[in-house]
């Protein structure tokens, strides 16, 4: 790593897929991407999320969205429900910074995951971009340059761990 780019490990991110872009969307995916420290290896995890009954009844979901991430609806009942998917997040990610590059669509979603779980999260969002902009001029654009090259999944686990390998081409020496 650069000797002056300063992280606090581990570095972690999260991502979500969601049922629409619009009012009333809720989460039905969440990844995350934990490194641990600079020679470790990035670990990822992933999971649908069951919708609540009044996320199907009230929520609002988009066949554009879903034409996106390529989620069906009926995949959704085989996912973990919101209270499983908070506790699992608690567990795994702790306190800390957890970056993501959703701005106020992730912090959405994580407030509704949270919410219907009755929990708090232990962790807090962190802005991708605020990360980037951390780092010295020449490791930011290998790292803005690496998410360039590698276009989102559009699926939680696989864009979480995208962003952290652009970190690590980012900090490369």
Avoid at 45 to 54: A, F, N, Q, Y
Avoid at 150 to 164: I, K, M, S, T, Y
Wanted: aromatic fraction near 8%; proline fraction near 6%; charged fraction near 25%.
């Amino acid at each position: 790593m650069s000797g002056n780019t300063k992280l606090s490990w581990p570095v972690r991110t999260i991502d979500f897929e969601a049922s629409s872009l619009e009012d009333g969307s809720y989460p039905i995916e969440v990844g995350l991407a934990i490194w641990p420290r600079e020679d470790d290896p990035i670990t990822v995890w992933s999971t649908l999320i069951r919708p609540t009954d009044d996320w199907r009844r009230f929520g609002h979901w988009s066949l554009a969205s879903r034409k996106v991430h390529g989620i069906a609806m009926s995949e959704l009942a085989g996912g973990a429900p919101p209270a499983e998917v908070a506790k699992a997040q608690n567990e795994t990610l702790g306190d800390g910074f957890v970056w993501c590059d959703g701005g106020a669509y992730d912090a959405h979603w994580l407030r509704t995951l949270f919410g219907a779980a009755g929990i708090r999260p232990s962790f807090v969002l962190g802005n991708w971009a605020g990360l980037l902009r951390s780092l010295p001029e020449r490791c930011r654009e290998r790292a803005m340059a690496a998410v360039e090259e590698a276009p989102p999944r559009h699926r939680a686990g696989a864009d979480a761990e995208q962003l952290l390998r652009a970190l690590a081409a980012g900090i490369a020496a």
